[in-house]
């Protein structure tokens, strides 16, 4: 699907075969082997609606938090917490990130309410809380698409960035602007629908970075529970869980180097076995 001036949100009606993409570097031992590892040791913060204490699914949780607001003085502040998930998104996306790196530390902070209900207020307290607490990595599957949050939403990113939280949040749903996935330093997810699981592919048309499966998945939910359900929310956990493997086994990676190791492992991305030949000097130079 695509918006305005081309930009593209999810993959649809295409293959990876139809997204070729010849890598302009010779892979590594930062590449396709860091994928292996099984996100020991690092510390994975879901920002999100809560995550349902002890859903089999999910396993253990380390710690969880709330952004709750002073019914007085309507300042917003973030407690630990107790009531577990209010609608079952944040429980989906946890569950993914522990299937695909079962053994790294999961982590919640509740900004979302009953029915998905939340505000770009309690999101920016939330995300800002979790950046300071030096997350390894933080899945934020929401998005604003309110302006007026955009300034503050760019200026936690960018610090994340560069303090090595890898923020990688969802795209939205639909073709229009929203943040914070929009900008560049964060790991920004959109969906295929390939069926297979495993399989991850670089966007070689951005803002969106890369897809993942995010189509008729199966995810835990409330009570125990599993349901069936579509959407860049649960492509993004995935993307989560691959970052916290690779940093299972380097765990000094930039979030820069971190897209790097993604992008060499996509599935769509052919990476030559020699160097690419440099292109000729210029001879008017």
């Known amino acids: 699907m695509s918006g305005p001036a081309g930009l593209t949100w999810s993959l649809r009606d295409r293959t990876p075969a139809d997204l070729p993409v010849l890598a302009d570097a010779v892979a590594t031992d930062a590449g396709a082997s860091d994928a292996g590892g099984t996100g020991k040791g690092v510390r994975v913060c879901v920002v999100d609606s809560g995550i349902e204490p002890d859903h089999p699914l999910v396993g253990p949780v380390q710690g969880s938090w709330a952004v709750v607001k002073d019914p007085v003085t309507r300042e917003l502040t973030v407690r630990p917490d107790s009531a577990g998930d209010t609608c079952g ?128 998945v199966r995810v835990p939910w409330l009570g125990g529970a599993t349901i069936r359900t579509t959407g860049n929310s649960f492509a993004t956990p995935y993307v989560a869980g691959l970052c916290a493997r690779i940093l299972s086994r380097r765990p000094r990676l930039t979030t820069f180097q971190l897209k790097s190791a993604l992008y060499l492992t996509a599935a769509n991305v052919q990476v030559p076995s020699t160097p690419t030949p440099e292109a000729p000097d210029d001879p008017q130079h």
Do not use: K
Not at 96 to 124: H, K, N, Q, W
Not at 197 to 211: D, G, R, S
């Open 89 to 216: 998104h944040g429980t989906a996306c946890a569950g993914i990130i522990r299937r695909t790196a079962p053994d790294c530390e999961l982590y919640s902070v509740r900004v979302l309410g009953e029915r998905f209900t939340g505000t770009g207020d309690m999101l920016i307290a939330g995300l800002r809380w979790a950046v300071g607490q030096g997350f390894d990595v933080v899945n934020l599957s929401l998005s604003t698409t309110r302006t007026r949050f955009l300034e503050q939403l760019h200026a936690i990113a960018d610090d994340a960035f560069f303090a090595r939280t890898a923020i990688v949040a969802s795209a939205h749903n639909t073709p229009v602007e929203s943040y914070p996935w929009r900008f560049s330093s964060v790991i920004s997810v959109g969906s295929h629908q390939e069926e297979d699981p495993e399989l991850h592919l670089y966007n070689p048309a951005p803002p969106v970075e890369f897809f993942a499966p995010g189509q008729n």
